[in-house]
């Protein structure tokens, strides 16, 4: 842990052990790439998935690395305002990370900036835009039950 913190310093902004083997790492979303670079390249951590979470007052992104030496898991935990729902893609760096990136815009709506191919991937053609099926929101599933309750009740 200490040469996590000597290494990233101020990129920190918040580390929390929940196991000796399931550690948190908060950062902000402009070190992102700079962040999975030390974890995927320098420390040669297997990208695991990422994972998009509608909190309360904003988006968070948790991307997951595992240490499969030591069984640990490193998440870093990313916070996007709501108002402004764009992130850098991990593609660049990470080929796998491709489809997990499209599977949080589509459910969440979190637009990965520099993604080559930002598109849908599991809702049905005809889904309608911008309504986002993992969002608590009005953009949420909310107003599409009532969309079709107005269509079904008219």
Do not use: C
């Amino acid at each position: 842990m200490k040469e996590i913190k000597e290494r990233l310093g101020d990129k920190l902004l918040k580390i929390y052990e929940h196991t000796p083997n399931r550690i948190y790492l908060d950062i902000k979303r402009e070190d992102l790439k700079e962040v999975v670079e030390y974890f995927f390249l320098d420390r040669n951590l297997r990208f695991v998935t990422a994972s998009g979470i509608d909190g309360r007052k904003e988006m968070e992104i948790l991307y997951h690395f595992s240490e499969d030496s030591t069984g640990k898991i490193y998440s870093l935990r990313v916070k996007v305002p709501k108002d402004d729902l764009k992130i850098d893609s991990l593609t660049s760096l990470i080929k796998g990370a491709e489809f997990i990136e499209r599977e949080i815009f589509e459910m969440l709506g979190i637009e990965f900036t520099g993604h080559p191919n930002l598109t849908r991937l599991l809702l049905a053609e005809d889904w309608p835009e911008g309504i986002y099926p993992l969002r608590r929101d009005e953009k949420g599933i909310r107003d599409l039950k009532e969309r079709n309750w107005e269509k079904k009740n008219g």
